[in-house]
């Protein structure tokens, strides 16, 4: 019995395009959807880093690469690779949607996008035990993203990916083309469960 969904896969498979394909899915069969995703900026054809944008449409930064110029002014930089994360621009848009998680709109049905729980979002504690309270609620069912395994487990990556509650889908080139109705139908299931 499942809870939520979450998928995992390398850099680039294509998770953030099927969490916003089962989105819009989801939305036409009348289910409430909010949250946020994280995408790619790219300046003359070349990733310069990365912003969330809310399933509302606003947008923040979340990463930039670091401008060898500039100097940090007194604050701590948290850095992935070559990026700078922006946790303020990234904590002021993304933790404000997590409190309308647990209000469960007249009884309706709703899915809580968090793509990605990930390096850059993980630097952010307030994050964190916003995620874990999301997961354990049962106002809502999360459609969300994870990384694969790589180098030093993280440890609210591994806490979701071997939860009972949560169905994860390995996403890959071969699979990404085929495996959205099962995402949708795995989510619909969530949602009768909770409701």
Known sequence: MFKHVFLTGPPGVGKTT???KACEALVSSGVGVEGFYTEEVREGG???????VTVAGERGHLSRIRDTAAVPHGRREYMVGQYVVDLPSFENLALPL????GSADGGSRKVFVIDEIGKM????????RSVRQALD???CTILGTIPIPKGKPLGLVEEVRSSRDVKVFIVSKENRNVILQDIVS????CLK???
Do not use: K, M, P, Y
């Open 186 to 189: 795995t989510l619909q299931e």
């Open 46 to 52: 070349r990733r310069v880093g990365f912003d969330v």
């Open 18 to 20: 099927l969490v916003q």
């Open 98 to 101: 997590f409190r309308n998680v």
């Open 137 to 139: 609620s049962s106002a």
């Open 193 to 195: 469960r909770t409701t």
């Open 121 to 128: 979002e993980l630097f952010s504690q307030s994050f964190i």
